[in-house]
């Protein structure tokens, strides 16, 4: 059952004007959803005020929470550059192969960079991943300075011809500072060889209110362009993406559908209220 369909199952019970009982149950099922308290009051005042068709009323509500404008991938001729960053486990590795799978599949030349150089293990997977899909992977040593694996990673995807290049950034928050500093330096550094198309956040969507506080973070040290909700699989916290670009005015481009490499969708709006509405 969607989200929101027990809101509206009580919505569509109610006669005359809603009871204080009545409010406190749907506020009840507005928090379950985890849209965030601000939207949810703004939900409920509808409910007070509204007298015409208060379902519809609360839809074209949902919808405003979006914002408009495009949420492709934004490419550039010759070669588009993609920086992805996020906390570690949000599923940025895993966006990386997803995003290089559906590029690869639609005949483009995509190079991956392993600029999380922390642990020997995300560089193994990166590459792992690129052997599966078959694109080529840039990397380096553990511990070799990021920016400079993610500056060779953008030289060699002008010199040799390719026309997607994604960097795959180390997302530990214990060394928070240095993360953030570190982040605005291999933006800067692959900037002296080629344009930074799009910085991609990735969140994971089960977190809820916390996202929120992570993307504020990370915006201080980069300009995000975009956010993948991950893990919006088997969860019922949809609401969660609602409160994400409400809160702060990013468009979510894609969502992380499960763990494997197909499981990547473009966020469309109008087709996730209707799942949330869907009873
Ligand atoms: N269910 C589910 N799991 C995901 C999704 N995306 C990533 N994961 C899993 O989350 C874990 C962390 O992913 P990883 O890409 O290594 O995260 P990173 O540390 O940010 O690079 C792995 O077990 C992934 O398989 C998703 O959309 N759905
Ligand atoms: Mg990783």
Redesign the pocket.
């Known amino acids: 059952m969607g989200i929101f369909a027990r809101f509206f199952e009580k919505v569509a019970s109610l006669r005359g004007e809603p009871s204080p009982a009545d409010i406190a149950e749907l506020q009840e099922t507005l928090i379950s959803s985890d849209i965030g308290p601000s939207f949810t009051k703004e939900i409920l005042e509808i409910v007070k005020r509204e007298r015409g068709d208060l379902s519809l009323a609360v839809k074209s509500a949902l919808m405003k929470s979006f914002i408009s404008g495009p949420r492709e991938i934004s490419r550039r001729q010759p070669l588009t550059t993609i920086m992805v960053v ?13 995003i290089a799978q559906r590029f690869h599949l639609s005949g483009e030349k995509v190079l991956l960079t392993a600029a ?1 150089t922390f642990r020997a293990a ?1 560089i193994e ?1 990166l590459s792992t991943w690129a052997g599966r899909i078959g694109v080529v992977v840039h990397s380096s040593s553990t511990g070799s300075d990021p920016a400079s694996v993610a500056f060779d990673g953008a030289r060699r995807a002008v010199d040799e011809g390719f026309t997607l290049h994604i960097i ?1 950034t180390a ?1 530990r928050l214990h060394t928070a500072n240095n993360l953030m500093s570190e982040l605005s330096k291999v933006k800067r550094v692959v900037e002296k060889v080629s344009q930074i198309d799009e910085v991609l956040l ?1 969140l ?2 089960t977190v809820g209110q916390n996202a929120i506080v992570q993307a504020r973070e990370f915006a201080t040290a980069v300009p995000i362009t975009g956010l993948v909700l ?5 969860s019922a916290k949809g609401g969660a993406l609602l409160a994400i670009e409400r809160e702060l005015s990013i468009p979510i481009k894609l ?5 494997k490499v197909q ?2 969708e473009d966020f469309e709006p109008s087709h996730f209220i209707d799942r949330l509405l869907a009873s």
């Open positions: 996020g906390v570690n486990g949000t599923g940025k590795t895993t966006t990386v192969a997803k999380d995300a997977q795959d997302g990735v994971d969507g991950t893990k919006m699989d088997g969502i992380g559908m499960g763990e499981d990547l």
